[in-house]
Structure formats: structure tokens, C-alpha cells
């Protein structure tokens, strides 16, 4: 998949201090996600059913300490 176009916007999660941030793309019926201090590197491609999901879980880990 080509995301050389592909307009990324950092997590609400993540800080401003440069530290561990993630970018996540829009891609219509996917969501993408990437480390911002490796925009080359790897990309997690999921659907949106999967994202919810992850989204959830971390949000439950988080809140469970």
C-alpha cells in the first residue's frame, strides 16, 4: 500500500515533549498508525472494527494500571 500522500496527525495521546508520540492516518475504511521518530519505518494497518478495539484495550490498561 502507498502512503506517500497520506496525511498523518499525532495522537491526542501523545506529548509534546518529542518523546514516544504515534501518528495515525485516516486511509477511508482503515486506520494507520507509525511511530513519528520513525516515518519511514513500519506502519500497522488496521480496520476499523480492529482499531476500536485496540483503542479500547489501551484505554482499559490504562485505566487499570
Not at 500500500?1 to 497520506?6: A, G, K, Y
Not at 486511509?27 to 480496520?47: F, H, N, V, Y
Request: glycine content about 10%; some cysteine; charged content about 30%.
Amino acid at each position: 500500500m502507498d502512503l506517500t500522500s497520506t496525511v498523518w496527525r499525532k495522537s491526542t495521546r501523545s506529548g509534546n515533549n518529542g518523546g514516544n508520540c504515534v501518528e495515525i492516518a485516516n486511509l477511508g475504511d482503515l486506520i494507520a498508525m507509525r511511530d513519528s521518530k520513525d516515518p519511514e519505518g513500519p506502519k500497522l494497518i488496521l480496520t476499523r472494527t480492529h482499531w476500536r478495539s485496540l483503542a479500547a484495550h489501551l484505554k482499559a490498561s490504562e485505566r487499570d494500571g
